[in-house]
């Protein structure tokens, strides 16, 4: 499986972004899909996960209310839609998958496939 993170770019504080990881390959849906970033300075933190059937997901509490991932398994593609933006989710998003794809995990290790990131800057 390739994945490859889009979206990022440029947002003014309280505005909005949706990124979107694309995959490659087959059984996209026997995989769960999590959301990391990694802000400067710092290390690379869980953001949002989908299980593969899109079914359950999981936030950080500091993205609770405001980030929504969704899953279209037809499209091998899982989006995370960012409103009410503010400075400090400015970062490198990634996007990565595991192959237990009901098991929720933050644990970086378990994911088998990463792709690229794709930056977030928000201005305030």
């Known amino acids: 499986v390739q994945l490859q993170a889009s979206g990022g770019g440029l947002v003014q504080a309280g505005g909005s972004l949706r990124l979107s990881c694309a995959a490659s390959?087959?059984?996209?849906?026997?995989?769960?899909v999590g959301w990391f970033r990694q802000s400067p300075g710092t290390g690379r933190e869980f953001v949002a996960w989908i299980s593969g059937g899109g079914g359950l997901t999981y936030y950080t509490d500091s993205v609770k209310g405001r980030f929504t991932i969704s899953r279209d398994n037809a499209k091998n593609t899982v989006d995370l839609q960012m409103s009410s933006l503010n400075a400090e989710d400015t970062a490198i998003y990634y996007c990565?998958?595991?192959?237990?794809?009901?098991?929720?995990?933050?644990?970086?290790?378990?994911?088998?496939?990463w792709g690229r990131g794709t930056l977030v800057t928000v201005s305030s």
């Open positions: 990565a998958a595991d192959r237990t794809s009901e098991s929720f995990t933050v644990q970086e290790i378990f994911y088998d496939y």
């Open positions: 390959g087959r059984s996209f849906s026997s995989y769960a």
